[in-house]
């Protein structure tokens, strides 16, 4: 999730399209070679060396974080390099920005508000009601926003991911190119098995991503949660504890209850664009807020002649305009909640799709 933040706002930026919602890139590797090896990269002799030099830092990293030394000796001696890992994250644009224009958002959304995933939305918001409900009232996260990022992210648990946690992050780690950020997650995960949750359990995509709501480590020790009641937090195995993960996570980012992500609006052909564009330039994936407009009142928008096409919003909300594919097509208008969902991934096409698929499931 997070972490391909920065990869989908360049994906966004170049034509190279890169699909962060296609399920996850870990499909089971081409027919096993008859090499013994294949996890070592390419150059295996400095690869190796290199990387057994390296897990000394891991280690010593570990043990500075407070890690088990019994944890540590359990993973990290006999840790390897998974050159799939690094394959995969090389293939990223990489924060690469060539300056072309952005796909468009259409054939995205067809592609990602599907039918299919509209009806599972809606069976399991129909056969659970007792324990999204309880979730809705104690996270005050709309029940259809938790499944729309669940359908998203995991095909509604189906792909969430076949790769070993703590080689996958090692790996990544020693690759480097986002080396603190991989290092504190190869040490989150370290800290969860210490928490007594099962190495086979620690599956997940090539990034890093783990379980239904495919949160990173740290987010999974900071925020998973218990949304069946057992007394247990497993984002693994109980789709309730999944969700309700996924809505702490929402509430710790600032989501307001009570607040609808947005509406899709039409909006007059006359509209002066240059004189809503907004001046701010966001400290966090400044390009995917850089399409946004000023925020005005609901009031402010509709005396510009940009009207809801279907739900509306108080007079008194805050929103800004987004028109994905440029003036004359579709138009929203979003709320700050919006950007709670780009915080879960800073993408507009995965926040737009995101809220539309929850409508379509929940109805808008
Ligand atoms: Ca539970």
């Not at 958002?105 to 067809?110: E, G, I, L, Q, T």
């Not at 783990?210 to 949660?225: C, D, E, H, N």
């Not at 929402?250 to 989501?255: E, I, L, M, Q, T």
């Not at 138009?331 to 915080?343: E, F, Q």
Request: charged content about 20%; proline content about 7%; overall charge positive.
């Amino acid at each position: 999730m997070k972490i391909l933040g920065a990869m989908i706002l360049a994906a966004m930026a170049s034509t190279s399209q890169v699909d962060p919602l296609a399920p996850l890139p870990d499909a089971p590797r081409p027919a096993p070679t008859i090499v013994q090896q294949p996890m070592i990269v390419a150059q295996p002799n400095d690869a190796v060396t290199g990387y057994a030099a390296y897990k000394m830092r891991l280690m010593a990293l570990a043990r500075s974080a407070a890690v088990r030394e019994a944890t540590i000796q359990s993973v990290i001696p006999s840790l390897t390099l998974n050159s799939r890992v690094i394959e995969l994250d090389r293939a990223q644009p990489g924060g690469t920005n060539n300056g072309n224009a952005a796909p468009p958002f259409a054939p995205y959304r067809r592609r990602h508000v599907t039918s299919d995933l509209i009806r599972r939305g809606q069976a399991r918001y129909a056969a659970n009601g007792q324990w999204l409900n309880y979730i809705e009232q104690r996270y005050g996260v709309e029940a259809g926003v938790l499944l729309a990022i669940y359908g998203h992210e995991t095909s509604f648990g189906v792909v969430t991911g076949g790769f070993d946690l703590l080689e996958a992050l090692g790996t990544l780690a020693y690759e480097g190119r986002r080396r603190k950020f991989f290092e504190e997650e190869f040490v989150a995960a370290l800290k969860l098995l210490d928490r007594g949750t099962p190495r086979s359990m620690l599956k997940g995509s090539w990034a890093g991503a783990t379980g239904y709501p495919q949160f990173m480590p740290s987010a999974v020790l900071r925020l998973a949660a218990d949304g069946d009641g057992d007394g247990d937090a497993n984002i693994w195995r109980s789709e309730a504890d999944g969700l309700a993960s996924i809505a702490a996570y929402f509430r710790d980012a600032g989501w307001k209850p009570n607040v609808h992500w947005g509406v899709p609006v039409r909006v007059p052909a006359t509209l002066n664009r240059a004189a809503i564009k907004s001046k701010l330039v966001a400290p966090r994936c400044p390009q995917v807020y850089a399409r946004h407009s000023q925020w005005k009142t609901m009031r402010e928008w509709r005396a510009l002649g940009v009207y809801p096409t279907g739900r509306d919003l108080p007079d008194n909300e805050m929103a800004s305009l987004i028109e994905p594919d440029g003036p004359g097509s579709t138009a929203y208008l979003l709320t700050t909640n919006y950007r709670t969902i780009l915080d879960y991934n800073c993408s507009n096409f995965y926040a737009l799709s995101v809220g539309l698929l929850a409508d379509s499931i929940v109805g808008g």
